[in-house]
């Protein structure tokens, strides 16, 4: 059965840092395209990076969040500096095609879903 699991999310002053890490279980990782995304209340999910030919991020994020991967140890981390208030949510991390880091930026065609981690900025 295949778990991703997400940790290091917390509460953050604005400016501040945080990273993400999602461990999957998931023989064949490095064969997995993988992404993260997140969902504010009262919003809807909303793609933030994605690995797989390349690395992917939204506009809102660039030059800040940072998305690699670490296949020896099934893990996929999201650096993620200079944080505003706006970045809060809960973060997911996903697993799916290759062809998913590249072109899917809702995540229906990503194949498996962590349980998220929350990821609090204050101003």
């Known amino acids: 059965q295949v778990q991703l699991v997400e940790s290091g999310g917390g509460l953050v002053q604005a400016g501040g840092s945080l990273r993400l890490s999602c461990v999957a279980s998931i023989r064949t990782f490095s064969s997995y395209a993988m992404g993260w995304f997140r969902q504010a209340p009262g919003k809807e999910r909303e793609f933030v990076a994605s690995i797989g030919w390349s690395t992917y991020y939204t506009d809102s994020v660039k030059g800040r969040f940072t998305i690699s991967r670490d296949n020896a140890k099934n893990t996929v981390y999201l650096q993620m500096n200079s944080l505003k208030p706006e970045d809060t949510a809960v973060y997911y991390c996903?697993?799916?095609?290759?062809?998913?880091?590249?072109?899917?930026?809702?995540?229906?065609?990503?194949?498996?879903w962590g349980q998220g981690t929350q990821v609090t900025v204050s101003s």
């Open positions: 996903a697993a799916g095609p290759w062809s998913s880091g590249t072109y899917d930026r809702n995540g229906r065609t990503y194949d498996y």
